[in-house]
């Protein structure tokens, strides 16, 4: 359950410029190799900006290569299941809950293979938290420390390509009509809502991987099959 008191963590705050964001890497099929070297990618502009870090390691293959990297701190290790679950997703999803509102992280990055088609999947950030209307994480001089592809934002395209772009957009906001009611405070219903979102978005990081390897595995078998029909 997460605390009226708590909410304001979850604000588009200024935050100093002690930000520590924690990475949340998914890294156990055979599409590991892309999203360790994201990790990588994403881990080297963090300490070029002088930030401190740390690294929720989510997998057997993921566990062994930071494992043998003990210069990158990491601050669990833990074992992904061959079908993931709602209830594996719960228990990152509250690990990742409680360093956030004790303030021991300041942004919580979610880094896993997103499933694009059958025949590509490609590794991508996903800001989990905190919620910001504005989808960026800025310091109290107005520096922001988000991945420049970081998918909370807006996708377009370029070129004929697919491409990733910030754009303000001013929203209006409608006012309730005064003969509205609500049996639940607004923080209430805010409160039930919010670990759902965290659960869902955490288990649709664990299931994409697989989708990813599952239509990999699809892709090759068909090749086959056509190959050796041309074959017969």
């Not at 963590?9 to 055979?30: D, R």
């Not at 900006?49 to 290569?65: C, E, F, Q, R």
């Not at 395209?157 to 772009?165: A, Q």
């Amino acid at each position: 359950m997460i605390c009226r008191s708590c909410w304001t963590h979850f604000s588009n705050k200024k935050l100093p410029w002690s930000l520590l964001p924690v990475i949340v890497v998914f890294a156990e099929v055979s599409t590991m190799l892309t999203v360790i070297k994201k990790a990588e990618a994403r881990i080297a502009e963090l300490t070029e900006l002088g930030l401190d870090y740390t690294v929720i390691s989510v997998g057997k293959k993921g566990n062994s290569y930071f494992i043998r990297r003990p210069f990158i701190p990491v601050d669990r290790f833990q074992e992904g299941s061959t079908l993931p679950t709602a209830k594996e997703a719960q228990a990152i999803a509250d690990n990742v809950f409680s360093l956030f509102v004790s303030e021991e992280v300041d942004k919580v990055e979610l880094l896993y293979t997103k499933f694009v088609s059958l025949v590509k999947s490609n590794p991508v950030i996903h800001t989990l938290l905190p919620l910001s209307p504005k989808g960026e994480t800025c310091d109290v001089n107005g520096v922001c420390v988000d991945a420049a592809e970081n998918e909370f934002f807006r996708l377009t395209t370029k070129e004929g390509k697919l491409t990733v772009e910030r754009e303000v957009v001013r929203t209006e906001i409608m006012e309730f009509s005064p003969i509205s009611q609500f049996e639940q405070d607004p923080v209430q219903i805010l409160d039930a809502l919010l670990p759902l979102y965290l659960n869902s978005q955490i288990l649709r990081a664990l299931q994409e991987p697989l989708t990813s390897e599952l239509a990999a595995w699809m892709s090759v078998m068909s090749n086959a099959t056509d190959n050796a029909q041309e074959l017969n």
